[in-house]
């Protein structure tokens, strides 16, 4: 009985373990991509912060539950993930059987690695695909939990990535609370073409330069 139970503690603590970490990475990389992406347009910024100061009003702290009644800021973290997911190429997937995809032939137990900032630059599917612009999720049903797969950052279905829950409500919330609390500028009075928004390929996908801000206190 003690072995089991110490079996069950190791299982629930490495289940815990990638839940928490898969959480956690994606929120802080998506929120810096975010950001940049926001500070580098402007004007997609003034909007963002517009409807979040509309609808909460000043002086409050942002609410888990209030990020459903942002769809323009719910616009811009589908548009992030889909120029910026968080891993690159999801590589958790096998062939369960021999498959003929696209005149290819995929064996069966072949390792699969699925390019996901490829799908979501694919410009069969994403008008202008290398253009941040959050405009065009307005009114969309696609989503990134994976039934859409023009949109799969955490992956799809059986093997979607563990941390999903919590990112997806981090991401909206931090990035609306930071959006609500504060202004913000570049460091050294840059302007925002002049901006580093290179990216740099590994397990994850980071900025080449980390991003560089200022909060000011509104």
């Known amino acids: 009985m003690k072995k089991l139970f110490l079996k069950d503690l190791r299982n629930t603590s490495a289940l815990y373990q990638d839940l928490f970490m898969a959480g956690t990475h994606t929120t802080s990389s998506t929120i810096e991509w975010a950001m940049t992406q926001l500070l580098h347009k402007p004007e997609t910024r003034v909007k963002a912060g517009s409807e979040v100061e509309e609808v ?5 702290r942002v609410q888990e539950s209030d990020t459903a009644k942002l769809p323009y800021l719910q616009a811009v973290v589908k548009e992030t993930f889909r120029l910026h997911p968080p891993v690159p190429l999801i590589i958790r997937e096998e062939a369960g059987m021999n498959s003929e995809i696209c005149g290819y032939t995929v064996l069966k137990s072949v390792q699969v690695l699925v390019n996901v900032w490829a799908i979501g630059r694919d410009p069969t599917t994403w008008s202008d695909p290398n253009k941040f612009a959050p405009e065009r999720f307005l009114g969309s049903e696609i989503d990134v939990k994976g039934q859409d797969f ?6 799809a279905r059986r ?6 829950p919590l990112a997806h409500r981090m991401v909206h919330l931090m990035l609306a609370s930071l959006l609500h609390s504060f202004d913000w500028k570049l460091q050294g009075d840059m302007k925002p073409e002049e901006m580093d928004i290179s990216q740099k390929f590994g397990v994850s996908l980071q900025k080449a330069q980390p991003l560089l801000a ?3 206190k509104v």
């Open 56 to 60: 909460l009003g000043k002086g409050t």
């Open 159 to 164: 093997r979607i990535c563990l941390g999903l």
């Open 214 to 216: 200022i909060p000011i």
């Open 150 to 155: 023009e949109l799969i950052p955490f992956g």
